[in-house]
């Protein structure tokens, strides 16, 4: 018996061929999040679901589907999952890291140069028919070269940036949410990056990128305070997610011109964007696109296709985030059971 999955968006066709030896399939491609009842009507009776951030996987949700076993989540970030009542009921959820690092750490320093260079809004001025001919003080913008950038989060993709940034000469502060070890001088030696705290580095640094995931400890971790503390001439980026930042809070800031661009690539409830940030013209603001390169994109279905493949021929899948819901015992009992469906 084909294991039963719910595929929320595409697959390319020889992913498709791939999985569809193992499972029965059923797609959903939608374009904007599925209310939980339309989600919870496709996902009756699946065993997986390959889902992505725009799919918020509650525990209603999982209440409702009890067959549900697994969740592979097709991204880096998991927020979207509610991971501890889905390891309550021994679900196992799989994410897709280490394929998207180049890719998402490239849009934040497109942002980045957009932002500092005005790129977007100088694009306007020419479609616009504004430009009339050169001029020394048109659209100026900070160099990059000798600022200092503060990396909040820096896990793969934050090192991606890293190695970026240094290459356009800036300097580095960072954060990182664990106790200071060898990990550090590699920093230190690879990239001179200095390692301080958050209220050290929002002083500091001229341009700001997050890399950090979004969980209870990093919700609203740049809210009032934090913006109030960045320097008026401060760019920030973001390429994480969307509630990191208190996002009220910045577009005040903004407003106000008190800090001087953002680059957003997320929101805080995707897909609505705040109109105040439409009409401003220093913001730069992207669809959440960080990973959307072909290879990429690629490399993240693979990674989800092969966890319910795995899962469901009894091998531990590669990235397992919740690794206290996967139980061998549990899981030889599921592919023994799917076998002798199929032998009968
Ligand atoms: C992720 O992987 O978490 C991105 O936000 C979507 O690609």
């Given at each position: 018996?084909?294991?039963?999955?719910?595929?929320?968006g595409r697959l390319l066709q020889s992913l498709h061929e791939k999985l569809v030896e193992h499972?029965?399939?059923?797609?959903?491609?939608?374009?904007?999040?599925?209310?939980?009842?339309?989600?919870?009507?496709?996902?009756?009776?699946?065993?997986?679901?390959?889902?992505?951030?725009?799919?918020?996987?509650?525990?209603?949700?999982?209440?409702?589907?009890?067959?549900?076993?697994?969740?592979?989540?097709?991204?880096?970030?998991?927020?979207?999952?509610?991971?501890?009542?889905?390891?309550?009921?021994?679900?196992?959820?799989?994410?897709?890291?280490?394929?998207?690092?180049?890719?998402?750490?490239?849009?934040?320093?497109?942002?980045?140069?957009?932002?500092?260079?005005?790129?977007?809004?100088?694009?306007?001025?020419?479609?616009?028919?504004?430009?009339?001919?050169?001029?020394?003080?048109?659209?100026?913008?900070?160099?990059?070269?000798?600022?200092?950038?503060?990396?909040?989060?820096?896990?793969?993709?934050?090192?991606?940036?890293?190695?970026?940034?240094?290459?356009?000469?800036?300097?580095?502060?960072?954060?990182?949410?664990?106790?200071?070890?060898?990990?550090?001088?590699?920093?230190?030696?690879?990239?001179?990056?200095?390692?301080?705290?958050?209220?050290?580095?929002?002083?500091?640094?001229?341009?700001?990128?997050?890399?950090?995931?979004?969980?209870?400890?990093?919700?609203?971790?740049?809210?009032?305070?934090?913006?109030?503390?960045?320097?008026?001439?401060?760019?920030?980026?973001?390429?994480?997610?969307?509630?990191?930042?208190?996002?009220?809070?910045?577009?005040?800031?903004?407003?106000?011109?008190?800090?001087?661009?953002?680059?957003?690539?997320?929101?805080?409830?995707?897909?609505?964007?705040?109109?105040?940030?439409?009409?401003?013209?220093?913001?730069?603001?992207?669809?959440?696109?960080?990973?959307?390169?072909?290879?990429?994109?690629?490399?993240?279905?693979?990674?989800?296709?092969?966890?319910?493949?795995?899962?469901?021929?009894?091998?531990?899948?590669?990235?397992?985030?919740?690794?206290?819901?996967?139980?061998?015992?549990?899981?030889?009992?599921?592919?023994?059971?799917?076998?002798?469906?199929?032998?009968?």
């Amino acid at each position: 018996m084909k294991v039963k999955v719910l595929v929320l968006g595409r697959l390319l066709q020889s992913l498709h061929e791939k999985l569809v030896e193992h499972a029965e399939i059923e797609y959903v491609d939608r374009e904007a999040p599925l209310a939980q009842d339309m989600l919870m009507a496709h996902l009756k009776g699946k065993e997986a679901v390959i889902s992505e951030p725009l799919d918020t996987i509650s525990s209603e949700l999982m209440d409702a589907c009890p067959s549900l076993k697994l969740i592979s989540n097709r991204a880096v970030g998991f927020d979207n999952v509610n991971l501890m009542q889905a390891t309550q009921r021994s679900i196992v959820v799989t994410n897709t890291p280490g394929v998207l690092d180049a890719a998402t750490a490239d849009l934040a320093m497109a942002l980045l140069l957009a932002c500092a260079r005005r790129i977007c809004e100088a694009d306007r001025y020419v479609r616009q028919g504004k430009w009339t001919g050169f001029k020394s003080d048109l659209m100026l913008g900070p160099d990059l070269f000798g600022k200092t950038a503060g990396i909040i989060g820096i896990g793969r993709i934050g090192q991606a940036f890293a190695q970026r940034a240094r290459a356009f000469g800036l300097k580095l502060v960072y954060t990182r949410n664990a106790p200071r070890d060898e990990q550090d001088d590699k920093f230190k030696d690879e990239f001179h990056a200095q390692r301080v705290e958050l209220e050290e580095l929002l002083q500091r640094a001229d341009f700001i990128s997050i890399h950090c995931p979004l969980n209870s400890q990093t919700r609203h971790l740049i809210g009032q305070a934090e913006l109030d503390r960045m320097k008026p001439e401060c760019i920030l980026i973001n390429t994480a997610r969307g509630a990191i930042i208190d996002q009220q809070a910045l577009v005040s800031h903004l407003v106000q011109r008190r800090i001087y661009a953002a680059g957003l690539d997320v929101f805080e409830n995707e897909p609505e964007v705040p109109q105040q940030l439409l009409e401003l013209d220093n913001v730069v603001l992207l669809p959440h696109i960080g990973s959307a390169c072909f290879e990429t994109r690629r490399r993240m279905s693979e990674l989800a296709v092969d966890a319910v493949i795995a899962a469901f021929s009894g091998s531990r899948p590669e990235h397992v985030v919740n690794a206290d819901a996967w139980n061998q015992e549990r899981w030889d009992l599921i592919t023994k059971e799917h076998q002798t469906a199929t032998s009968k």
